[in-house]
């Protein structure tokens, strides 16, 4: 047993001393080493806990999270993430009827949490979004849904107002919402990022609305088309509310190569280290 204790404690020593990374002569770090280090250690401490015990967990940690930040790619990540990841069910009595027409739309019934919520709790890390052209702002703000469920024909939703691209699932009927505007939504995350730094990038996907649905005669009015001007809202709100630094674009993956696909066949896509905000610059 005593042979055993001397190479585990060799072995503990050339892994923990120093910095728990691995760097070749050159100073570029070195996966296939970093890999093969790790895989020792691990298969050390699940050979022998009774010698090992919890000793190695933090440097097992470190050597993991250098692997990862350096060698693990973007298009290798595997995310949790949410579908209409903004969505409140509608308001009971715009709902029941709405059940009684169509059965089939009881798949609306479902709250998610707000997004920072999901960030934290859920361990979310990409989202969905369906957003709406509103240039003028209002557009939305007096859904048949809402006229439905008052008294008033004239009432409006305060948070469709403001011009702007607006986030809900289905115009006139389905828009209660934990986050009204994009830029609210990019907010949110953006604070969220701010105080939880050293995250996994958050991956956010657009669906851009301009589908009429079915109208049984209570006259909804059509989504405003996603034209060329609409297109160019979506990058304008994006950017009002990230720094370029923080935003993993075509441009910077393709970086000085002559297309996006040049870039990816030969130099891949980013690492997570380089996906991180500080970094993508």
């Not at 290798?76 to 308001?91: A, D, F, I, K, W």
């Not at 009827?97 to 920072?116: G, I, Q, S, T």
């Not at 720094?243 to 040049?262: I, S």
Request: proline residues 6%; glycine residues 8%.
């Amino acid at each position: 047993m005593q042979w055993r204790s001397w190479i585990l404690g060799s072995v503990l020593v050339t892994l923990a001393g120093g910095s728990a990374v691995s760097a070749s002569a050159t100073g570029k770090f070195d996966c296939e080493q970093s890999a093969a280090r790790l895989a020792r250690l691990e298969m050390l401490r699940d050979t022998y806990p009774e010698l090992v015990g919890d000793k190695v967990d933090g440097t097992i940690a470190n050597l993991a999270d250098g692997y990862a930040d350096r060698c693990v790619r973007l298009h290798q990540l595997q995310l949790l993430g949410t579908h209409n990841s903004y969505h409140l069910q509608p308001v009971s009595d715009v709902f029941d009827l709405l059940l009684f027409f169509a059965p089939e739309l009881f798949v609306w019934e479902y709250n998610h949490l707000p997004l920072d919520q999901q960030f934290s709790s859920q361990g979310i890390r990409q989202i969905e979004l369906d957003i709406f052209y509103d240039p003028d702002g209002g557009y939305h703000a007096n859904p048949i849904g809402l006229q439905i469920a008052g008294d008033d024909p004239d009432a409006r939703i305060a948070h469709f107002e403001p011009p702007g691209l607006k986030v809900f699932h289905v115009q006139e009927l389905d828009y209660q919402t934990t986050c009204p505007t994009f830029i609210g939504c990019l907010e949110v995350i953006r604070d969220w990022s701010d105080a939880n730094a050293g995250h996994l990038p958050i991956t956010v996907l657009l669906e851009l609305n301009d589908d009429q649905i079915p109208d049984p005669g209570f006259g909804f009015r059509p989504p405003l088309v996603f034209d060329a001007e609409a297109f160019d809202s979506v990058d304008e709100e994006i950017r009002s509310v990230f720094h370029e630094k923080r935003l993993v674009t075509p441009d910077y993956v393709r970086g000085g190569r002559a297309t996006l696909e040049e870039a990816i066949l030969d130099e891949g896509w980013p690492t997570l280290r380089d996906s991180r905000a500080e970094s993508c610059s």
